[in-house]
């Protein structure tokens, strides 16, 4: 078998011999009259014309050989099997020099434009009888092997190019995690929700509890934070007379890689003025159900623990309940030495900085969490725990909060917005006294936020939702790096 750099030294060769015969292997323009999906959507139509045809792919495969070569393209627009059209060069349908010249120079992986005549094989095979042809794109490097493709999977997520190019089943679940933005859009458009940016570059980092990415910017000589959340900013715009907006977009956060878990991810977040926590619950249920159906066709998932159907009325259950049924204490009254012993037993982690409320969520996270499968609201967390959601008017020990977990991932956290600025100036400064114990995760003071709150924000009803792990969840995939087409990687040794 020839090396890379045999085959990499035979193809510029092949290069040097179309720049010979006066073609240029990666020209400006492309003789192209339609895409293969519609030439075998509107084969018969196109085909009664008698027309000629330009027709433009990647080349998949070279079949036959002396007079008669058969050829598949490839152009992405065709889904499911097969996903090539064929185009059947024969050496006395076309100019003799043209047809040595393709056999001589056209690799596996070649982009090439056709220029032909549509007819049925004698197999039944619609393609295009080749009268000229144009290289588009010669490659210098050949393609994975059709049938064992990429099998190191590290490989698969470093050239993601490939992966898609090879699997028409990756593929296929990049277009879901599409559909399933573009069903959210329409939702919220629909709800009359606008779409705003907010600033990824922030002076703090705030909106959640994480530890940030840092930069400089040189000519404001300051420090500057990629954005863990976007927040804040948009709370801000609920001041600023816009009752319903939402954002869909990355968020940074400098944490650990694991199959849930990407420093670069993406969120919708969405807040309603004059809302709750309860009243987004009963949206957020009717709107992942209708994502679910737009984009499956189905209101059923397929997952390893079963079908999950969300055409079901969603559980709901309160977090205190949960941890005292499964890790059997009571996660506001517990104290920290409680927690952290508790927490060694259960064979987890625990860092210096942790506060208790970290340690208690990390035990939920293995006693509970991985458990549920349905869909289900976990209602009423600690107070510490979310420093940004209004205290539970029936009990201010915990906050009016949700999360959605399914499948055994949060996929969506929204509380009651805090509104009351001295409040939030409290929080704040509980968050100042974790980071000086060591909390990496605290949030920051920002005093810009709470000045913005004491011009007035009103009541809502804010809500997060990771489009990483629902995308991972339509899709059947374990690993979040399934679902993002180019995760950050460690760099190779």
Not at 394 to 410: A, C, I, R, T, W
């Amino acid at each position: 078998m020839a090396s890379l750099d045999e085959i990499r030294e035979a193809r510029l060769k092949k290069l040097g011999i179309l720049k010979a015969a006066g073609m240029n292997p990666y020209p400006i323009e492309t003789e192209h009259d339609f895409d293969l999906a519609t030439v075998r959507t509107d084969f018969e139509t196109l085909a009664k014309t008698g027309k000629e045809v330009a027709l433009a792919g990647r080349v998949m495969a070279v079949r036959g050989q002396g007079a008669i070569l058969f050829v598949p393209l490839f152009d992405g627009t065709m889904q499911g099997s097969p996903s090539t059209f064929q185009a059947v060069f024969k050496k006395d349908s076309m100019d003799e020099t043209s047809f040595k010249l393709f056999s001589d120079v056209a690799d596996i992986g070649d982009i090439i434009s056709v220029k032909g005549e549509l007819f049925t094989t004698q197999k039944g095979e619609n393609s295009v009888l080749v009268k000229s042809w144009t290289m588009l794109a010669k490659t210098l490097r050949p393609l994975p092997e059709k049938w064992s493709g990429l099998q190191d999977v590290e490989e698969r997520f470093r050239n993601r190019f490939l992966d898609t190019l090879m699997s028409a089943e990756v593929r296929e679940r990049f277009m879901i995690r599409s559909r399933m933005i573009t069903a959210f859009r329409s939702v919220l458009d629909k709800a009359g929700y606008l779409e705003v940016e907010t600033p990824q570059l922030q002076p703090l980092a705030g909106g959640t509890n994480a530890a940030p990415f840092k930069t400089h910017h040189n000519a404001l000589d300051i420090d500057l934070f990629l954005r863990i959340a976007p927040e804040l900013y948009l709370k801000k715009l609920l001041i600023g007379g816009f009752p319903k907006v939402y954002e869909i977009g990355r968020n940074f956060r400098n944490e650990g890689i694991d199959v849930t878990h990407n420093p670069e991810f993406t969120m919708l977040e969405f807040y309603e003025a004059f809302s709750t926590a309860a009243k987004q619950m009963d949206f957020v249920e009717a709107m992942i159900r209708d994502v679910v159906k737009s984009v499956l066709n189905s209101p059923v998932v397929k997952s390893e623990e079963g079908d999950i159907d969300f055409s079901k009325p969603f559980n709901r259950i309160s977090y205190r309940d949960l941890v005292q049924k499964d890790a059997g204490f009571d996660p506001v009254t517990v104290d920290r030495a409680t927690a952290e012993a508790k927490a060694k037993k259960m064979g987890i982690k625990v860092e210096d900085g942790d506060s208790k409320d970290r340690i208690v969520d990390n035990i939920y996270k293995k006693a509970s969490r991985v458990n549920i499968v349905e869909p289900t609201f976990i209602t009423d967390y600690p107070v510490d725990m979310l420093p940004l959601a209004k205290k539970s008017e029936k009990d201010p020990s915990v906050v009016d909060v949700f999360q959605l977990v399914v499948g055994g991932m949060e996929l969506v956290k929204a509380f009651s917005e805090l509104n009351d600025p001295i409040d939030q100036r409290e929080r704040f400064s509980k968050e100042e006294d974790n980071a000086k114990k060591g909390d990496k995760e605290a949030q920051p003071n920002d005093l810009e936020f709470v000045e913005a709150l004491e011009y007035g924000m009103p009541p809502a009803g804010g809500v997060g939702i990771g489009m990483d792990r629902l995308a991972m969840l339509l899709t059947g995939t374990k690993n979040i790096k399934e679902v993002i087409l180019f995760p950050t990687m460690r760099p190779r040794a």
